[in-house]
């Protein structure tokens, strides 16, 4: 062993502020040392000195603890609780001796209690008559040592012998506590300690509970006697201590390290230990006020019963909450005594709202709540059930006190938390009524249940409104408050969700409509309380079917102001937008224009049965697209939820609108100029809402509405030959060519008779195409891609629009329409042009496309081109070098064993390409190849489209190449990660489901060659094949992995 | 369910997945010993559960044909056929609906047993 002096400047050199550069190797140096049979000898030697640092006495301290978990033997043990609780004890002494100068001595001590922890646990994880020695109570054996005078080293062994089993009564250990405020701190530090690194310790073994039993009998009576003992000398002793507040906040943690403590032990043990006196404490002292202080412990007491309720209620036994409620609440659910306490509750609320200590305020109001719902259930049973015993006028005077504490008159979010945390409250009393069972209702019960939940509604609805939003917008520098209230008026949503259960539409869908409808917008309209309202029914509604619900369009068309209201919501929205450019005025227009135009798109099945409302809606929108498209504007959201809104209504209505075609190509005409501020976004949307009028156009025939096709293709074309440098303009233009065709697909089933009956004579006439249409598309296209056919984002929409038909079924007519030879030209001209790594992406995906639609057509010649063509060809070089072009191909081939498998088993390529390069890629490192290429074998070892034929090939040439797919997988599995080994475990399972024989012989082959484990190698053989290819095999996988890589089984 | 009262179902998300091939690798290479990674496991259990109930907001409806559902051993299981799931609070303009054939949704009871 090095010299201590050696060691000592190693150790300084360790911890000093500027290390040397070769600090890795003093490290290393030190932890062999540490490990080391001289690591006991070092940390006494580390530890006896008082001349060396607390750097030099902490390490002693730690090589303690490398020691204690390394070493195995009880003899040890014993030498290392020697050595450890003598330093502790003599070090103590030096820090009660003057507490303030030796303060830094905290760290050595609390690190040589956590080693004393670690020796308790180990001599009672055991049935006593196994372990060391009995030691029952760490905290007594502390004591009596300490009151010891010091001893020569030969009588030691002794005296700590006999004083593991020593005990300390009452008397002397209050003695010993108030003997001085530092020995006070000791005790209740070490109590702490044990307690922490017990409940750290529960998280790693099982079976602890004879350790919980020695706790439960010894360390608990000790240490809950000098918890109470100083909580109630804080009670009675305040003036005197407030000058000591670090014994305080002592006391508070440890209380909360054995609450932690208990909360997990008791489940786990025999016996429960019970916190009761100490609870009743800590309620007197969060009620104690004190000037000038005022209420000196009751935040850090709501904080500790805050966590209590939100994590395990009933710590607490069911007379403590009952009077935590009386304090809380001043009326409790189950007596008629009002408490006398709830005064504490109102005085400490008003000091918090007086001072403005909003985050005090927040953890009372997430404690109270908290608490609420612990007996959220009851009080649901309580009030709308025939349970005996209840006392109804009390209940109520309690949910009385509720709604008042949920109309807590602040500002939501930014001052107060009551409304927002009681929103889970009222949901879940909500959802409570709802799944109780009708008959155990009282008769009076539906009345009572409306009432409660309509109050609740109208409380919340000024709650969440905007000009809310505004102060908090007006106070907070930062988002974190406005996400928060967002969040917040989220929760209301779905609390109105469940409200509607309770409450119905006719009172509350119908009064939100009736309400917003009962406000005349010339009389000067609250703007916030309508958005609120629509807010709320935009939710509402959107969970009906309008179009099945003509009794709500009945109500939304007899409310007069209603549509005016929401569309002069989104009006202002949009102008306010344009005039001032203040971030809260923009949060707040946009705000306004999100829930008019959520609410409109909603509600559009309504317009769709009243053509003058429709009208007066698409001229507003219009209007409102018109003002809100300026070039100069920061953020153009309103203007794409305006665009948004248009075309959901056009969707809808898109038969109503069809006498507007003639104005709408007009604005679209001008939308598509270069010049127009109208942004990309725009032109795309409005473009897909013309194409579905014109869809609906067909009562003239397909002529006509091939016509309006003809001139919106035209301007098109004329808007990228008039700007064909401006890519990004020439790309907008090709986009709304693409949506132009999505629009024209017919939607769902068509069950318009007039459709129906003009199905064939559309079919014809696109078949022919007078108007050439698709030669315009083409020609169109390949103008385009000569100018930017390198480009991948024109490729992707180039495909887009040529394979626009290729999901529709044959019946269906499009102008889209394109023959199969047609479209594969197309992209072999864009294959050809194009980067691999961008464009092929796109290419392959209309590929997949193509042999979906065209499966039954296509030969293994075929597939061969395409195969040739796309990756193997000009690409073949990329492909082989980039994993995600490699991902691709062996995709397109997997989506061909997906429709149809004997396109590629019977192509030339199987044997000489797919089938030995796929092999060579299964040991890949990147995932998504391994993905890939797993799902490839296990298509080809089992796959249910085969056909007969398909069958015989691949059972041959599977033979043939079992032993290498074999070597290749569990090569590939063997050094592979955790996290990828179900992908290999997949094939595996498909191997012994489909060729167990074989499989088993190929095993045995090559299992010996990748790595000498032959126990794991037998039980794997054999677990796969008892599991038979089920899900359990990925656990006999699993496990030989882990054994066969030397690495723990951790459960998964 | 861990020892610990937290389940261990997150570490075949994404990221526990990646934390325990790390934790492998260094275990593999020597530098750390086993009980540590397991610690680091149980204090993932902890963190993800605790992250996923304290600061988590999102929310996510779907409407569907329930096709199996089952309790055993305190987990609830649904299988929802042709479903259509609507992401809350997504920024996504253009549309936030998903529609998939079969969801399956895996539910564990938050409290910890016993409760």
Known sequence: MSSIQGVVELIESLYSPHPPPNVNQIQQQLQTIQKSQDGLRLANELLLHNELSNNVKYFGALTYAVQLNTSGHDDDLWELFRGNLLHLTSISRTYASDPSANSSLLVIIKKLMSNLALIFFKANDRQPEESFNRWDNPIETFINLFSSPELSSDKIDGL??????????????????????????????????IVEDLTKAQSQKLNLSHLHKVVHQNLYISAMSVINHNLEKMLF??????????????????????????????????????????????????CTYKPPQSFPYSSTVVAIFGDIFANDPTLLNYELRSSVEGLFLGVSQNSTSVSGGHEWMLQYMNYLVTNEIYEDLKDLALCVVDFLQVSNLNVCNKLFTSVPNSDQRNLQQYVKVLLQMTNFSL????????????????????????????????????????????????????KISLSNKQ????????????????????????????????????????????????????????????????????KLLSDMTLSECPWMCDTLGSSSFF????????????????????????????????????????????????????????????????????????????????????????????????????????????????????????????????????????????????????????????????????????????????ELGSAMVQPGEPDDLLYLSQLSVFLNFWTQDPLQLRSKTSNLLEHVMSQYGKDPEFIEVGCLIMGKSLSLPEEKPHFLKF????????????????????????????????????????????FDFMLSEFFLGQHGPAVAADPDLSQLMVNFINSVMDT?????????????????????????????????????????????????????????????????????????????????????????????????????????????QLCDNQPAHHLLIEKLFITRGSRAAANAVLEWWLDCNGLPHVSQ | ??????????????????????????????????????????????????????????????????????????????????????????????????????LRIVACNSKKSGE
């Open chain 1, 411 to 462: 500002t939501p979010v930014l001052e107060e938390f009551f409304s927002v945390r009681m929103v889970d409250f009222w949901l879940d009393l909500c959802d409570g009524y709802s799944n109780l069972v009708p008959e155990t209702l009282k008769p009076e019960t539906p009345e009572l249940a409306a009432d409660i939940f309509g109050q609740v509604i109208q409380i919340y609805l000024p």
């Open chain 1, 160 to 193: 700590l012998a006999d004083m593991l089993v020593a005990s300390v009564n009452y008397q002397n250990l209050i003695q010993f506590v108030e003997s001085s405020e530092a020995l006070n701190l000791l005790i209740l530090l070490f109590s702490e300690v």
């Open chain 1, 471 to 538: 102060k908090i917008l007006q106070n907070d520098e930062e988002d974190s408050l406005i996400h928060e209230f967002d969040d917040f008026r989220v929760a209301v949503l779905d609390l109105a969700e469940s409200a509607w259960s309770v409450l119905g539409n006719d009172k509350l869908t119908d009064k939100l409509i009736a309400s917003i409808g009962e406000i005349n917008p010339s009389s000067g309209v609250d703007l916030f309380q309508v958005e609120a309202l629509s807010y709320l029914l935009q």
């Open chain 1, 819 to 862: 023959q199969m030879q047609e479209i594969m030209d197309f992209m072999v001209r864009r294959s050809s042009n194009c980067e691999p790594t961008t464009g092929l992406p796109y290419i392959a995906y209309h590929l997949e496309k193509v042999v979906n639609q065209y499966k039954s057509t296509l030969t293994p010649q075929d």
């Open chain 1, 237 to 286: 002793t305040y003036d005197q201590n407030s000058s000591r507040p670090t014994l305080t906040e002592n006391v508070f943690r440890c209380v909360n390290a054995w609450i932690s403590y208990t909360s997990i032990s008791r489940n786990l043990s025999e016996g429960r230990m019970d916190l009761s006196e100490t609870f009743e404490l800590l309620i007197r002292l969060m």
């Open chain 1, 900 to 1008: 149809r498998p004997g396109l590629a088993i019977h192509c030339e390529h199987w044997t000489t390409f797919i089938m030995p390069e796929l092999l060579k890629l299964l040991p890949s490192k990147e995932r998504f190849t391994i993905s890939a290429v797993t799902k490839f074998w296990t298509k080809v070892v089992n796959n249910k489209k085969f056909t007969r034929n398909d069958e015989i090939t691949i059972r041959e040439q599977v033979s043939s190449v079992g032993l290498q797919l074999t070597q290749q997988t569990m090569y590939s599995l063997f050094h592979t990660q955790r996290s990828d080994l179900n992908f290999y475990s997949d094939l595996l399972r498909a191997l012994v489901a489909r060729y167990p024989l074989p499989f088993k012989q190929w095993l045995m082959q090559v299992l010996p």
């Open chain 1, 563 to 738: 549509l005016p209201n929401i569309l002069l919501l989104i009006k202002t929205g949009c102008q306010q937008e344009n005039s001032n450019g203040s971030k809260e005025a923009h949060i707040l227009s946009t705000d306004f224009v999100k829930t008019g135009t959520s609410l409109i798109g909603t509600i559009s099945a309504f317009l769709k049965q009243d053509s003058q409302k429709l009208g007066e809606c698409v001229n507003t929108l219009f209007q409102c697209l018109e003002s809100c498209t300026n070039p100069s504007a920061n953020d153009s959201k309103v203007e794409l939820l305006v665009t948004k809104c248009i075309s959901e209504v056009c969707e809808m209505c898109r038969q109503e609108l069809t006498s507007y075609l003639p104005t709408f190509t007009k604005v679209h005409r001008a939308m598509l100029q270069r010049n127009s501020h109208v942004s990309n976004f725009t032109r795309q949307k409005f473009t897909r809402a013309l194409g579905y009028i014109i869809q609906s156009f067909i009562n003239d025939g397909p002529e006509p509405q091939a016509q309006f096709l003809s001139q919106i293709i035209d301007v098109i074309a004329d808007g990228i030959n008039e700007a064909n440098s401006d890519r990004d303009h020439v790309l907008c233009l090709l986009t709304c060519f693409s």
């Open chain 2, 1 to 102: 369910m861990s020892s610990s009262g937290y389940y261990e179902l997150y570490r075949r998300s994404t990221v526990g997945a990646t934390l325990v091939d790390a934790l492998d690798t260094l275990i593999s290479d020597g530098r750390i010993e086993a009980s540590l990674a397991m610690r680091v496991l149980d204090t993932f259990d902890r963190v993800v559960a605790d992250a996923l109930r304290d600061k988590t907001q999102s929310k996510l409806t779907f409407k569907g044909h329930l096709h199996t559902y089952r309790f055993c051993d305190d987990v609830w299981t649904f299988i929802i056929e042709d479903c259509n799931v609507k992401l809350d609070q997504t920024e996504d303009i253009q549309g936030n609906t998903v529609v998939v054939d079969k």
